[in-house]
């Protein structure tokens, strides 16, 4: 196991590791031991208890977070025609076809997501061992895949995350910056964690949630009450 530093070891002796807390109190605790140099991302993880191997379980999708993540993610966009121009009109930073799929075969990767009308897909599937690996792939499940090109752009230049279950459970998110506003920071768990109950599978048996937890970039994990969070 890697030695810890310092400034980590210092953060961690200030969490309660026996303690589930209250979302506010992990919000302002996850910021005070924040000692990264630059403004950090802060992370929400929750453990459920799926079988993501069953079709059902294997959640997956997107949501708009009210007060988007801090980031301002570069959109590529596969369309043509009016949909391109959509596209250019929506903000998105790249748009092509054809030729772009070449481009991106020959290593270029200077975006954060991609977005494709339905008819691009049969190219852009010639990505998948480019793409697929680093999450990268259009998907209909998160919205990726759409006729609606301005709403995808639009959408995710607002704030839109995507999210997907790991093989044992876990889904990772950001929600924003340690120089949020705690209530923002706030709002945006709340949206993501009433997401995360409202998809629960019907074949979930048992305790859905198992663990959840907030952090920052580099900083300890705090975990959190699972039945406070939205009150």
Known sequence: MAKKGKKFTAALEK???TKRYAAKEAIALIKEISFEKFDATVEFAIRLNVDPRKADQNLRGA????HG???????LVFA????AKEAEEAGADYIGDEEMVEKILGGWLDFDTVVATPDMMAQVGKLGRTLGPKGLMPNPKTGTVTMDVKKAVEEIKAGKVEY???KIGNIHVSLGKVSFDDQKILENLR?????MLKIKPATSKGVYVKNA???TTMGPGVKLDPDAILK
């Open 80 to 83: 043509k025609g009016d949909k």
């Open 69 to 75: 993540t801090g980031k301002t993610k570069r959109v």
């Open 63 to 66: 949501v708009v977070l009210p």
């Open 164 to 166: 997907r279950v790991d």
């Open 15 to 17: 969490v309660d590791r």
């Open 191 to 195: 949206v993501f964690y009433d997401l």
């Open 213 to 215: 937890s907030l952090a």
